[in-house]
């Protein structure tokens, strides 16, 4: 059965053609399946109507089904550090192997996550990839609850937690498709904020719900459990709520032609530099104050055990926000320029402050660190749009020509891409901290190397995006 909706403002329809412009009126026509054809959220009247209401509701679940897909991925982050406690048998490498493998696999899938959405459609894909994390979190809780388990089965099952990382990539994609160019920034920041606090509340929740009422012994199983019955509402919700645009389609011209774009890999790099060291650090963090300070690793509270770790993907995430409206006022290259300042100092900081074994200055330089790397990553994404359009300008093309067209295609597909590359720095932050304690036995010389990598990424932005360019039109981005 087929329905159509045509908004009140007009009483003809709209004419046939490709590309119809934002004025003509916008007949919705509903197919089985949660099919809509027509869409155009650039139309005033309709996206006031009808169509921002539309919108939200297709937000809404995605943001859920996201933040639940940020839980499964970051989940062996806060469940490595407690399973000494529950008579598993881990070196340190093999604890930090478990960490960065999901940061890896959920990196790489993030590429072909990209198109999902504009294959199979936003609803359907939601409904799969949702339904793909109770795989990880039913298999964790199974392997966890039997010390015995071989290292490999460990690594295996923490390698699929990496579906959820891909999540973000085919979330963001969707959500693009939803909203008017006016409001893609503000959409697409809640979408992604929404994801990255799931790694905080991971680090919150799980703590508590293994500790609660557990006696002498751990309920580690319900580190996977609890998160079963939020993945099944989410399942509903996007199957029940959401839908899918036979307007979104996959653009894999754009996507290879961005590859060939220098400054693409250059945002990569920063993006690495931001995102990775975020998630890198988010991931790493209960394991570091473990180390260092295993009488701070837990807090109880009653008959639960808190861990402070959440707060530094809690500051990170809040923080991303801010840093794409500082860009938005003084330019994303200049926040980026300040955010690795801040990092770096912060990283240097942390060296510094070791030798003390003081936990309140050890948090707060990671705090810190934290907050850097958010604004950083608000900061680098709001980049990306204006180089395209820096390019665009220096070569002349009139806003509305098909090679202006092109090039804010290039722009869209770029902002996939970076992402995920971006999202290598969280596999790669804990293997430099893994290697940096089997060659020295502790983490000062990956801090330094941290520090390193900062400040030759901030000179990077100085020079490619701060100073004037011909190939940018003279622009400060």
């Known amino acids: 059965m087929t329905t159509t909706d045509t908004p009140s403002m007009t009483d003809t329809a709209a004419p046939s053609r490709t590309i119809a412009p934002a004025d003509a009126p916008v007949t919705l026509t509903h197919r089985p399946g949660r099919w809509i054809d027509g869409w155009n959220a650039e139309n005033p009247a309709f996206w006031a109507e009808s169509g921002r209401a539309i919108a939200r509701r297709n937000l809404g679940w995605s943001i859920f089904a996201e933040f639940l897909g940020f839980i499964i991925w970051q989940l062996w982050s806060i469940v490595v550090v407690m399973l000494p406690a529950a008579g598993f048998q881990l070196t340190s490498s093999e604890s930090f192997w478990l960490i960065s493998l999901p940061s890896l696999v959920g990196a790489t899938l993030r590429f072909p996550y990209t198109f999902m959405v504009a294959i199979f459609g936003g609803r359907n894909w939601t409904i799969v990839s949702a339904a793909l994390l109770l795989i990880p979190a039913t298999l964790l809780g199974i392997v966890v609850s039997n010390p015995e388990t071989p290292f490999g089965v460990l690594l295996l099952v923490a390698a699929l937690g990496g579906v959820g990382g891909g999540n973000f990539a085919s979330s963001m994609a969707n ?57 099944l509402l989410a399942i509903f919700g996007a199957w029940r709520y959401m839908d899918n645009l036979s307007s979104a389609k996959a653009d894999f011209g754009s996507s290879a032609a961005a590859l060939r774009e220098p400054h693409l890999w250059v945002m990569a790099l920063l993006y690495i530099g931001t995102f990775g060291s975020f998630i890198g650090f988010a991931s790493v963090f209960p394991k570091l104050i473990a180390d260092q300070f295993p009488e701070f690793s837990t807090l109880q509270v009653g008959q639960a055990a808190v861990s402070v770790a959440f707060l530094g993907a809690l500051v990170g995430s809040l923080a991303r926000p801010y840093g794409g409206r500082l860009a938005d006022r003084f330019g994303g290259a200049r926040v980026t320029v300040c955010a690795f300042s801040v990092m770096a100092l912060g990283a240097l900081a942390l060296v510094w ?124 981005i």
Do not use: D
């Not at 160019?181 to 990255?196: F, H, S």
């Not at 580690?220 to 993945?231: D, E, K, Q, R, V």
């Not at 000062?444 to 004037?468: D, E, K, R, S």
């Open 175 to 231: 959500i693009t498709y939803f909203f008017p160019q006016k409001e893609k920034g503000w959409a697409l920041g809640l979408n992604a904020a929404g994801g990255n606090l799931g790694t905080s509340v991971a680090q919150f929740a799980v703590p508590i719900a293994v500790t609660i009422g557990a006696g002498a012994t751990l309920n580690i199983s319900l580190a996977g459990w609890m998160w079963i019955p939020l993945i």
């Open 353 to 476: 402050t070791l030798p003390m074994h003081n936990f309140v200055v050890f948090l707060a330089c990671f705090l810190v660190l934290f907050a850097a790397t958010g604004m950083g990553n608000g900061s680098t994404y709001r980049m990306i749009p204006s180089i395209f359009a820096a390019r665009s300008q220096a070569r002349g093309y009139e806003p509305g020509t098909p090679e202006a067209t092109k090039m804010i295609r290039k722009a869209a597909a770029a902002l996939g891409l970076i992402s995920a590359i971006g999202a290598y720095g969280g596999f790669l932050v804990p293997q430099v901290l893994n290697a940096s304690q089997l060659a020295t036995g502790g983490y000062q010389a990956a801090f330094y190397g941290f520090v390193a990598a900062y400040v030759g990424l901030l000179l990077l932005t100085v020079f490619v995006y701060v100073i004037p360019r011909a190939s940018l039109a003279k622009q400060r």
